[in-house]
């Protein structure tokens, strides 16, 4: 609980923080275009304290259901090693800009 109430704290902090530099922005603008007026500011308003907050439940959302899976894929067939090798390499140099060449 109170390691919440710590990172609400800082999230109301950031909010400040954020805040006052909107208000400097707008005031620079202001300044450099000579808009006197014409930007008008944002009335925020403040949200609750951390210690007026109440804990939240957690909850678990229902899983589907997930179908059977084999504990191990089928192994590959006579001869299809070099082709598995070059289509990884191929798929990883697409992936990453690695060259075949190299992987090897």
């Known amino acids: 609980a109170e390691l919440h109430r710590q990172f609400l704290a800082g999230q109301e902090k950031a ?13 620079l ?12 500011a944002v009335e925020t308003v403040p949200g609750p304290s951390p210690d007026r907050l109440e ?6 959302p229902d899983m589907p259901d997930m179908p059977d899976m084999p504990d191990k894929a089928a192994p590959a067939a006579e ?11 191929e798929v990883v140099a697409e992936k990453t800009g690695y060259p075949v060449e190299r992987s090897s």
């Open 55 to 60: 804990p939240i439940a957690a909850s678990t």
């Open 29 to 40: 603008f202001q300044t450099a275009w000579g808009a006197g007026g014409a930007i008008q």
């Open 79 to 89: 001869g299809d090693e070099e082709y598995i090798e070059k289509t990884l390499l």
């Open 15 to 27: 909010q400040q923080t954020l805040q006052s530099l909107i208000e400097q922005q707008q005031q």
